[in-house]
């Protein structure tokens, strides 16, 4: 049956209308659970807050829980998911300069935007800075090019790099995601309490 | 801290540890539910559907009359074995061997939308078993020749002769069966048509043409516009 759309069960015209449905969605979920605030999202490094890796590390296992059942019902084909490609190296040198954005600007793009749409300054200072990222990097693009496409793993996945069951995997997941909320708590707890 | 907000925190605590059970019972599910290996291609009952229905059945007049039309669309595989396939072969036929047919090489013959897929064999059975492997997998526009090459023999190659109490419609088919054998080179002319069904098969010779002149279309000066 599914994935819905590229098996034509929705026809490929409500794509936009969808993708719209669901930015809306999830811009709300971010605001109504308090991703809007650069305090709470920085509040996780400073060891006061970890509610962004809460709701993130939750919101990844129970979809992928899911996914996995109703793959195991039959209702989707899980292989005909869409995997993102992996640069290996500039993955993990943009994942670097992308914590320190974060840390410095308390957002990531999807929290400033939503920070932007509630009015806040810091967050249309920080989605400039987003653009002239964006600008400097595509222009600079042909120089960086051969780093950027040179650790090209193609579309792998825990799965095919360990060869262990994926339900395995997601059952260690989730065992990890348990216990790094616990020892979160335990930090938090000892953290001294920021009230923002 | 006061007695009901420190009772208040443990309950929250305990709906959390509720909530985390769960989650890894639900995890846990996936690891012991029971494996299987999941089929490829259509439902069962699609399949059988398919399966017992007729319309993958080509018959071979059907098939030479496209053969002869230069049909761009038909792609004619032929699934006995290599040796076979060198002794005989219908015209512009591919060879995939019946236990080779989801290789690699061949595979892309098969899994196509763009030609009519025709399979033969000596009989249905090979090509009906290819046939029945394609569905399976979901391929479009399979077709299987009607009795296979047998079948091709008795109609096309070596048409069977009418009885005279045979209706017209008998006559002709075999008068076209008959041309369409001397089409793949084979069939010749036999007395029995020349005498029995002369009437029949032989054509009036065709009216003198008549020329028919166009009346050239006067050519038109462009009037001037405004």
């Known amino acids: ?196 | 801290m006061s007695k009901r907000y420190k009772s208040k925190k443990i309950l929250v605590k305990r709906r959390y540890q509720i909530l985390a059970v769960i989650l890894l019972i639900l995890a846990g599910g996936l690891v012991l539910l029971p494996k299987y290996t999941k089929s490829e291609g259509i439902s069962p009952e699609l399949f059988v559907k398919n399966a017992l229905s007729s319309e993958r059945f080509i018959n071979t007049d059907l098939l030479a009359d496209r053969i002869i039309n230069n049909d761009p669309s038909v792609l004619l595989i032929d699934t006995r074995s290599e040796k076979e396939f060198k002794e005989f072969a219908l015209t512009n036929a591919i060879n995939i061997p019946l236990k080779n047919l989801l290789d690699e090489d061949y595979i892309d013959y098969i899994d196509q939308d763009v030609y009519d897929v025709i399979f033969y064999s000596n009989d249905n059975f090979y090509a009906n078993q290819a046939w029945m492997i394609g569905n399976r997998m979901g391929f479009k526009n399979l077709h299987v020749l009607k009795g296979g090459l047998n079948e091709w023999f008795n109609t096309i190659i070596n048409p069977k002769y009418p009885e005279e109490t045979m209706p017209k419609e008998a006559f002709e088919l075999y008068s076209t069966r008959k041309a369409a054998g001397m089409y793949f080179g084979i069939g010749t002319i036999d007395p029995t048509m020349k005498t029995g069904t002369k009437k029949e098969t032989i054509s009036k010779p065709a009216a003198p043409k008549k020329v028919i002149t166009k009346p050239k279309k006067k050519k038109r000066v462009p009037e001037g516009g405004c």
């Open chain 1, 1 to 196: 049956m599914g994935p819905l759309l590229p098996n034509g069960i929705i026809p490929p015209e409500w794509n936009y209308i969808i993708a719209i449905l669901i930015g809306i969605a999830f811009g709300y979920i971010m605001e109504a659970t308090g991703f809007s605030s650069s305090r709470k999202l920085a509040g996780v490094f400073y060891g006061y807050d970890f509610a962004v890796l809460k709701v993130f590390f939750t919101s990844a296992v129970v979809a992928v829980i899911g996914l996995y059942y109703l793959d195991y019902l039959n209702f989707l084909d899980i292989s005909q998911l869409y995997v993102q490609p992996t640069y290996l190296w500039a993955a993990v040198i943009g994942g670097m300069i992308m914590g320190v954005g974060f840390l410095a600007g308390g957002f990531c793009p999807g929290t400033s935007l939503c920070a932007v749409a509630i009015g806040k300054i810091d967050g249309m200072v920080f989605t400039v800075g987003l653009m002239i990222g964006i600008l400097i990097f595509s222009e600079s693009f042909s120089v960086l090019e051969p780093f950027f496409e040179s650790s090209n793993l193609g579309h792998i996945t825990l799965v095919d790099t360990l060869g262990i069951s994926p339900y395995w995997i997601i059952f260690i997941m989730t065992i990890l995601a348990i216990a790094a909320f616990a020892i979160s708590d335990k930090i938090r707890n000892k953290v001294k309490k920021v009230f923002y």
